[in-house]
């Protein structure tokens, strides 16, 4: 079974940063492509930032452009997902995901089937 592991999250006042980890077990993330993922209560999930297999492509959400900074360690078989100046509206549980076969933006406007982390909370206070 494919696991995915997020962790980082926390509470946070306006202004700060946080950086979200994703480690994979039990197999190499050499191949998959990478995405976060954000859920707010009430809203539906939407993809953030999305990272090539060759680390080679991004893709951000308009609204974490210049702020959010997402990266990968193959060696580590972990991804990053760096947030700074967080807003209140950064605010929701935060998803890793990977797939194979698609690219960043595509991966990031579809919402699956991919294999999922459990999620991190991230709070952003004003």
């Known amino acids: 079974q494919l696991q995915l592991v997020e962790s980082g999250g926390g509470l946070v006042q306006s202004g700060g940063s946080l950086r979200l980890s994703c480690v994979a077990s039990r197999f190499t993330l050499d191949y998959y492509v990478i995405g976060w993922f954000r859920q707010a209560p009430g809203k539906e999930r939407e993809g953030v930032s999305c990272i090539s297999s060759s680390d080679a492509s991004t893709y951000y959400k308009d609204s974490v452009k210049g702020r959010f900074t997402i990266s990968r360690d193959n060696a580590k078989n972990t991804a990053y997902l760096q947030m700074d100046s967080l807003k209140p509206e950064d605010t929701a549980v935060y998803y890793c995901?990977?797939?194979?076969?698609?690219?960043?933006?595509?991966?990031?406007?579809?919402?699956?089937?991919?294999?999922w982390g459990q999620g991190t909370q991230v709070t952003v206070s004003s």
């Open positions: 995901a990977a797939v194979i076969l698609t690219t960043p933006q595509e991966m990031c406007a579809e919402s699956g089937p991919y294999f």
